[in-house]
Structure formats: C-alpha cells, structure tokens
C-alpha cells in the first residue's frame, strides 16, 4: 500500500536512521521520493567540501573580551 | 572534523566560569571559536568582518549570561542557542543590505595550506560555499549548526527553538535546494 511521501524525513533517514523501514519502504515503491533521497544524498555530501574557517586571533585580544 | 558535541565541557569549567574565571573562559572559547566562527562566516555569505563581530557578541553573551545556564541541557546546545539569535538578530537587522556573496575573498574561507594548493577542492569548497549562501536564512543556519557542530536533531530542536519534525523538514529542504543549486552552478561551468 502507497504510503505518504517522506520528502521531508530524507535527512533525518540518512544522517540518523531514523523511521528506516517506513521509510525504505516507501522508497522501494515512489519514484519522486526516491529522486529527492538522491538530492539530499548529495546536499549532505556536499558539505564534506566546507572547510572549516579559523577564527581571527584578533576576536580573542578585542577589549571587549581581553580576559 | 573534531564535532563540538563529542567533546566532554567538564562541570568544573563551567562553574569557573560562572564565578569569574578567566582561564575557563579562555577555554571555553579556545574550544568553540572556530565553529561559532564558521557558522557565522557561511551564514553571512564569507564576510569576515560580521563573523568576527558575531563571533565576539557570542562569547560576550556567554560571558554575561552563563550564570543562568543550569546545567539541565547541554553546554553546547546552550551556546548554539546563542549562536542562533545572534546570527538571525543580525541578519533581520541587515536584511536590506544585498548579501555579498560574489565579492567574498576566496582566502576567508582557506584551510590549511595543502588545501590551498588543491585547485580542484578549493573550487568544489567555492561552489558549496556561494550555494549554502544563497539558501533562505532557517535553511542555512540549520545546515550549518548539523555540519560545523554536528547537533543531534533534539539538540539542534532546543538549540532553533522548534520541533525535531520541523528540523528534519529544515534540513531535508535545505539540502535539496544545495543539491539543485550545485548541479546549476555545474551546468553553467
């Protein structure tokens, strides 16, 4: 039986597994689901390319924060 | 990527803190700047100048208000709350101004030197970077909070003030629209 779409649940399933079985099941059988699992596959994989950015040292020695 | 929500902020830190200490500030800060800092920069589109001064507001925040962290929540949920408000506060405050994306020096967002020598990383970093930029603000600062400080979906739920279903919504949305906006930057190059 056709289950509601889980468009909105897609990350959620990828990064924490979360409602798994549902969610594969659903998959298995909705073609639009299953191209927006492959986007947000994507989006997710994406951010592997942020590096992460260094702080200035100049923040730290701001009067404002001189401990 | 060290995430902050795997590292142990002990009790006595934070109760230094709550009486003054300044090394358990300088701690604390030592152990978070990098990532307020990097939620700040992404979020406002690589200007430096506003991500340092978010970056201060944050800790200065901190510094005045945790006395009233009670400990019944996670420090670093706590502090991304902070982070969170400062960020919207300051973008509801520059929403006239145009985002300045395009004219972000590629520098603001260099890694270590071998990084700067790959080519082809720093170009997928750039376009990654100008696509998180242009996704709306909820969307953005959700994406950020899950991959800079790696939040559990309850911890980024206290942290945004809204349900675990509106953050799964939040992030689902939002990496497809970074998806589809990757694969525009692709067909343009």
Redesign the interface.
Known sequence: MFSRHVSDRLAAYIEEARDANLIEQHLAECERCRAEYVQVRAGIDALQHLPLAEAPASIGTRSSLHW | ?VRLSDREISTEIIDACRVGD?DA??TL?GLY??????VA??FFHGD?GI??DI??QV??KL?NSVTQFRGDAEFSTWLYRLVVNVCLDAARHRKAQPPIAANAKPE????PAS?EQDFA?AQ??D???R??SALPAKFRIA?LL???EGL??EQMARALGCSM?TV??R??????????R?KSFEGRQ
């Open positions: 990527m300044r500030f300088r800060y700047k990098d990532q307020v800092y990097s920069l992404y430096q991500a340092a970056t201060q800790f200065l510094i603001a967002f260099a890694g990084q990383r997928a970093a376009s990654v970077r696509a998180v994406i899950r991959y800079f559990s979906y279903g799964a919504s992030l689902s949305r939002g990496h497809r629209i970074l998806a589809e990757l």
